[in-house]
């Protein structure tokens, strides 16, 4: 077989390859950095290569959806769509964002420290010496002290250890209980250190924060981009890879990171990673599946079933989290395969389950999560929103890291942009995307049918260019824009939320009327515009005063549920007191859908500002 070379001009830097080989995973190979968002899916349109207009090989379907006709007629391919058949001279256009750029959402609602109950809780004993007339077993003396039998994953590791702690502690230790069972017994007074660690394991960002069960309080915490982002930026991409014979591999990177993160929040803390005794972790039902090291195949194709859903609890160290020897990991429940334990957390977090009056959680990510009610009752949906609010199918879409857009204001003659760290811009966030979007449909160069206005051509004609498709710029050089086709992913992904929001009203019937509060969660909520939200028709006028952002309340969730065995129990209640809707079946979803792909018309008042009154600026390069 004769060896075809691949010259990466700008780098100046040469590969072998084999006829036949796959360009992406060569350049992968080659620790060449390359955004690969799906995993070579060919469904984001990232894994943008340059070649030669001249020999680049004619377009593939999949390229004519993701990418525009002057990126194809310039000879722009994506690399994980063709196979090596003759040497090359390339360019990779879209190199990936590397990790500790990306904004991590730590951050959630304060948590009430009256909390009180929690799972994890010492005493302190003094047993008297043993004697003859005293010589019970070492078993039976603790546990009548402690007024609390054996936890049965821990029993056989207590007894072995139980006569040397006794002993060499002169009988004076202290009991760990875990739901009222003991899992452990350390020597001495240590009622004094008693920690937990609660998690949210997002697809994007992992968070992990030390809380103190004593105080009550965050003590240290650490956060980093999903270590299985590298095998896909979305759950479909990771199944996929799992499927393939990665899902060890997809474990141990989640194990490991989570081990790493805890270390670091301890080391923060000022902490042993060895005085933890739980580890509460909320995260949707992929990457759960892909914790335990369960197959997720199922959650993928219809009928979209989970391996299981309800909450949790084994020893952490089966599977390889290093905590106390004895201590438990903790899982929240999930309410269906794609409503998942972080929005049950969410519902926690909020209190939406105490409260009398219906409230409206929302989780906007590839699939928008949305769950609906009060104390009385919940009903959720999942709604395929798409890849668009995280950047994916978007030209110039990207996740939130320094240099992306997140904020636009549009008038005649001037496009002020905001971008993460006021740095120079380099593509679109989530919630730059909302915002730019809504601007454009505010000052009328988009028109309600999403098409670009011929009358805008004239008034913003230093903006609006049309080569292979029309586009307007962002920045003035034209390299950050947004495109017809982007517009469009906009439109379909705004009207999966809003057909999916009005499902769940119609289900509600008259208790809709009474909605008091609309939550927004997670990163793409935190920055997001409430005005722009409204512009889009992504939520209902009417619930437009009535939206915060509470962060990443799957954090919060499983903190509470650390603090208190209530919040537990309630957590488990959510899931029986949840009606699960599936869109797909649901009697006029379709025809909801594509009425709610249209833009309202604009209101004919004055251009929004900026929700944090902070002046919008043009970074300079
Ligand atoms: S990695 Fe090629 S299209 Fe996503």
Redesign the pocket.
């Known amino acids: 077989m004769s060896t075809l070379h691949l010259h990466f001009t700008s780098k100046n830097q040469t590969l072998t390859a084999n006829h036949g080989d796959n360009l992406?995973e060569k350049i992968i190979e080659a620790n060449l950095d390359i955004?690969?968002?799906?995993?070579?899916?060919?469904?984001?349109?990232?894994?943008r290569v340059q070649l030669d207009p001249a020999t680049a090989p004619a377009p593939l379907e999949?390229e004519l959806r993701?990418l525009e006709s002057d990126e194809l007629r310039d000879g722009i391919r994506?690399?994980?769509?063709h196979r090596i058949q003759h040497d090359l001279a390339l360019d990779i256009v879209s190199e990936r964002n590397t990790g500790d750029t990306v904004r991590v959402l730590e951050d959630g609602l304060t948590v009430n420290t009256d909390i009180e109950g929690a799972s994890l809780e010492k005493i302190y004993v003094e047993l008297p010496a043993p004697t003859l007339e005293d010589n019970g077993t070492d078993e039976q003396r603790l546990s009548s002290r402690v007024g609390a039998d054996y936890h049965n994953g821990n029993h056989l590791r207590l007894l072995r250890k139980l006569p040397v702690v006794l002993r060499d502690s002169r009988h004076k230790v202290t009991a760990v209980l875990y739901n009222g069972e003991i899992i452990d017994v350390e020597p001495g007074d240590t009622t004094r250190r008693l920690y937990g660690v609660a998690v949210d394991i997002g697809t994007t960002t992992v968070v992990a924060a030390i809380i103190d069960l004593n105080t009550r309080k965050e003590i240290g915490s650490a956060a980093a981009v999903n270590a299985q982002r590298s095998f896909g930026q979305d759950v479909i991409s990771r199944i996929q890879y799992a499927e393939a014979g990665g899902q060890e591999q997809l474990r141990l990177l989640i194990i490991e990171q989570l081990n790493s993160l805890v270390e670091q929040a301890a080391t923060t803390a000022k902490i042993d990673v060895g005085s933890i005794y739980e580890i509460a972790i909320a995260a949707n039902s992929t990457m759960l599946h892909l914790l335990l090291g369960i197959s997720a195949a199922s959650l993928s194709t219809a009928p979209y079933q989970a391996v299981f859903r309800n909450s949790v609890g084994i020893r952490a160290i089966e599977t390889g989290l290093r905590i106390a020897e004895a201590g438990i990991l903790y899982l929240l429940p999930s309410v269906s395969s794609y409503v998942g334990a972080d929005i049950v957390a969410g519902v926690i977090a909020t209190d939406m389950h105490l409260a009398d009056e219906p409230a409206l959680l929302v989780d906007i990510g590839t699939n928008g999560e949305i769950i609906f009610g009060s104390k009385d009752g919940f009903v959720a949906c999942s709604c395929a929103a798409g890849p668009a609010f995280e950047g994916m199918n978007i030209s110039c879409g990207s996740v939130a890291i320094t240099g992306s857009i997140e904020a636009v204001r549009i008038s005649p003659g001037k496009v002020d942009i905001k971008t993460i760290g006021h740095a120079p811009a380099n593509g679109i966030c989530g919630s730059g995307i909302v915002d730019v979007v809504a601007q454009l449909v505010l000052t009328g160069i988009v028109q309600s049918n999403g098409r670009f206005s011929k009358e805008a051509a004239t008034l913003y004609a230093d903006r609006l260019r049309n080569d292979g498709g029309q586009k307007f710029n962002l920045t003035e050089d034209g390299n950050v824009y947004i495109s017809q086709k982007d517009i469009r992913q906009v439109q379909l992904a705004k009207g999966a939320i809003a057909s999916a929001i009005e499902v769940l009203l119609r289900e509600l019937g008259e208790r809709s009327a009474r909605i008091q509060h609309v939550y927004i969660a997670g990163a793409f909520g935190k920055h997001l515009n409430i005005e722009s939200l409204a512009l889009l028709g992504m939520i209902p006028p009417a619930f437009a005063n009535k939206v915060s952002f509470v962060g990443n309340t799957s954090k919060t969730g499983a903190v509470k549920c650390l603090l208190s065995r209530r919040y537990k129990e309630e957590a488990h209640a959510v899931l029986d007191r949840t009606k699960y809707l599936e869109l797909s079946v649901y009697p006029g979803y379709e025809s909801l859908f594509v009425e709610s792909i249209a833009f309202p018309s604009p209101p004919s008042t004055s251009t929004p500002q900026p929700q944090t009154g902070e002046a919008l600026t043009v970074p300079t390069a």
């Open positions: 992406l955004d690969n968002a799906c995993n070579g899916m060919g469904s984001c349109g990232k894994c999949d993701l994506l690399a994980c769509l």
